[in-house]
RNA sequence: UGGGCCGUCGCCAAGCGGUAAGGCACCAGGUUUUGAUCCUGGCAUGCGCAGGUUCAAAUCCUGCCGGCCCAGCCA
């Protein structure tokens, strides 16, 4: 690795304890994989898990499957493995086999046999409460099941009947033979199979029974040949489990679980549960809203692929929990759009403005780059008239000194077109200013002026005439409390301010044609995208630029 | 008071016995027809705390302290 990689190639532990598999030759090519539930969107902790299972295969030439873990029939949906097979396709990541658990049903149910047979299973009629009694607690032992030494036949027997479909749900259960006193309480002889007559979305009725995850989990690994399982840390009391079942169970390999902590950013949430519960009680209005933290929410919100890829390379893996500032993610997704979005103007909170020296009915084109660094992103003409609107910010009746923008008596460029000065301002019976009266220096044409004069502010402004009218949707955090995940109820620390509709607003022509999937930055507010889901011109603020003025007029409040 | 894991700058994070990388944030300048971008500089005598080993410790040892996870027939 040369110096200047040191910064754009990701290290960490995961990466180092592959690199020496390979070193040492443990192993001879990488094998990941990306295991959904598919009971709910992805979001971007999933985003993190991918990058780094993706990330990792990628980067030693190795090959990642996307599986999805589809054990638990209740829950889990086809709508959700389509969403997640198009967010991994968004982020731009290629799977080498797409998986299901389900696929290794009967290999598991074999395998099942197979551990009965070596006095390693058994079929437990014990109830789930009775179950959770004989459990023991985290200080005291469990107590051993009456059926634990059931007879191999009879297990055999059993086990086959439950799945044949002969009894009812939770009439039995299969349990792994381990050890009741156990300090790991995974270890007390942990469910493997329980009955449930659920019809599944890929096997539909043919199974009465299904397997659990611990017992899955590990053997799809192997099945699949991965060699570095990557989980996140709560699974880590899970491994000894892990281990236990391949070191029974008669596979090929033998994959190493390793874990690592799950991402965790401020002011959201990370969780199924409480997503889908923002759903369902209409916080949002669904899985792909933009203020979701969902992957589907963020590109409709406009951020890109490449943003998400570069957040998930800066925050790093290890295993120590943590709570990622928005900040790092707004810097990802600014850094990304600086440098590809076309450059247009668009005017939120329109303030009407008249040129009282401009020629009545007259038009000109002007000249705008869009983008001011990149010569070959080309340049658009533009329109400019005698009535134009300016934002409505961009107007102080009474300005302080640093204040570079209009008041009367000042002078700004207006971009890419002439100096204004302000010379009136009319209001309207509730003491509103609604329309601004100035003079152009005819002499400015451009934005220059041939004296050289300094003008500090520019600003952006829309013909009258010319525009379109759209409607803007500006987001803002989801909630006001940096970690709602651990409030008591997190649905009371909403932001009710994380959405605010504008419409009328006032946008360059071009936009008219805008298309989904193109990104603008508004100079001067922010980096937009029209809307995917609305057929009327609306546009999405993926995010402000950076706001110096704001922080000072804030530090002077 | 059972077991597992984690503590390096406000937030992340390198470091693996040789004298604290980097990013974000923040601060101070410069350039600028976006108060954007960009550029320059600043930002841990210190690595949870206390002892010990060593010529040398964030790195090794011991003991504390703090935090997270586990008692689903969820994953």
Redesign the pocket.
């Known amino acids: 690795m040369s110096a200047e990689d040191?910064?754009t190639t990701p290290?960490?532990?995961i990466r180092?304890i592959i690199q020496s598999d390979l070193d040492s030759g443990k192993h001879h090519a990488v094998q990941t994989r990306f295991?959904?539930?598919p009971?709910g969107y992805l979001h971007i902790g999933h985003a993190k898990s991918i990058c780094l299972n993706f990330g990792v295969a990628e980067d030693f030439r190795g090959k990642c499957n996307l599986r999805f873990?589809?054990?638990?029939p209740?829950?889990e949906d086809d709508e959700y493995v389509n969403a997640i097979i198009e967010d991994v396709r968004w982020l731009n990541f290629e799977w080498d086999n797409l998986c299901y658990?389900s696929d290794y049903f009967q290999q598991l149910y074999d395998y099942a046999i197979a551990l009965i047979k070596q006095g390693k299973a058994y079929v437990?009629?014990?109830?789930?409460?009775?179950?959770?009694e004989y459990?023991?607690?985290?200080?005291?032992a469990?107590k051993e099941s009456p059926d634990r030494n059931r007879s191999i036949e009879e297990n055999l027997d059993l086990f086959a009947r439950m799945r044949a479909g002969e009894f009812e749900?939770?009439?039995?259960?299969l349990r792994a033979k381990i050890d009741m006193a156990?300090?790991?309480?995974?270890m007390?002889d942990?469910?493997l199979y329980?009955?449930?007559k659920a019809h599944h979305q890929r096997t539909g009725d043919d199974w009465p029974i299904?397997?659990?995850?611990?017992y899955?989990?590990c053997i799809s690994d192997a099945i699949e040949n991965i060699t570095h399982s990557l989980c996140?840390?709560?699974?880590?009391?899970?491994?000894p489990l892990y281990d236990w079942v391949l070191d029974q169970v008669r596979t090929d390999s033998h994959p190493q679980q390793i874990?690592f902590?799950r991402l965790?950013l401020?002011y959201t949430i990370t969780s199924k549960?409480k997503l889908n519960q923002l759903v369902t009680d209409k916080h949002v209005s669904g899985w792909d809203d933009p203020r979701m933290p969902t992957i589907s929410g963020m590109r409709r919100r406009g951020y890109t692929p490449a943003s998400v890829r570069d957040f998930c390379d800066?925050?790093?893996?290890?295993?120590?929990?943590?709570?990622?500032?928005m900040?790092?993610l707004?810097?990802?997704v600014?850094?990304d759009l600086?440098?590809h979005a076309v450059?247009v103007m668009g005017v939120l909170n329109p303030l009407k403005v008249t040129i009282e020296n401009y020629p009545e009915g007259q038009v000109e084109g002007l000249t705008a780059?869009n983008?001011?660094?990149k010569e070959e992103m080309g340049t658009r003409e533009i329109s400019f008239s005698k009535t134009i609107y300016i934002e409505r910010d961009d107007f102080l009746e009474d300005?302080p000194k640093?204040?570079?923008?209009l008041s009367v008596g000042r002078e700004v460029?207006?971009?890419?077109?002439y100096y204004i000065t302000c010379t009136d301002f009319v209001k309207d019976e509730n003491g509103e200013v609604i329309e601004l009266i100035c003079r152009y220096d005819p002499e400015?044409?451009?934005?220059?002026s041939p004296d050289g004069r300094?003008?500090?502010?520019?600003?952006?402004w829309v013909s009258a005439g010319h525009a379109v009218d759209a409607s803007v949707n500006l987001y803002d955090r989801l909630f006001t409390h940096p970690n709602p995940a651990?409030c008591d109820d997190f649905s009371e620390h909403l932001n009710p301010e994380s959405l605010t509709v504008l419409t009328r607003c006032k946008l360059e022509a071009c936009l008219a044609e805008a298309r989904t999937g193109i990104h603008y930055?508004?100079?001067?507010?922010g980096y937009f995208v029209r809307d995917s889901e609305t057929d009327s011109l609306t546009f999405n603020r993926t995010v402000t630029?950076?706001?110096?003025?704001?922080?000072?007029?804030k530090?002077n409040q």
Do not use: C
Not at 124 to 132: M, Y
């Open positions: 040191e910064n290290t960490n532990f180092n295991p959904p539930e009971n873990d589809d054990t638990n209740e829950k658990s437990d009629s014990l109830s789930a409460d009775e179950i959770r459990r023991g607690t985290l200080t005291e469990g749900d939770g009439k039995y259960l156990s300090p790991n309480i995974n007390r942990p469910a329980r009955i449930k299904y397997p659990m995850y611990d899955t989990h996140t840390l709560e699974f880590e009391d899970h491994r874990e902590a965790q401020k549960r800066r925050i790093g893996v290890t295993k120590k929990d943590s709570f990622i500032e900040a790092v707004e810097n990802s600014r850094e600086n440098e450059r780059k983008h001011p660094q300005a640093k204040f570079f923008r460029r207006l971009r890419y077109a400015t044409r451009g934005g220059s300094k003008i500090k502010g520019t600003i952006h651990g930055q508004f100079e001067r507010t630029l950076r706001d110096t003025w704001a922080k000072i007029d530090q």
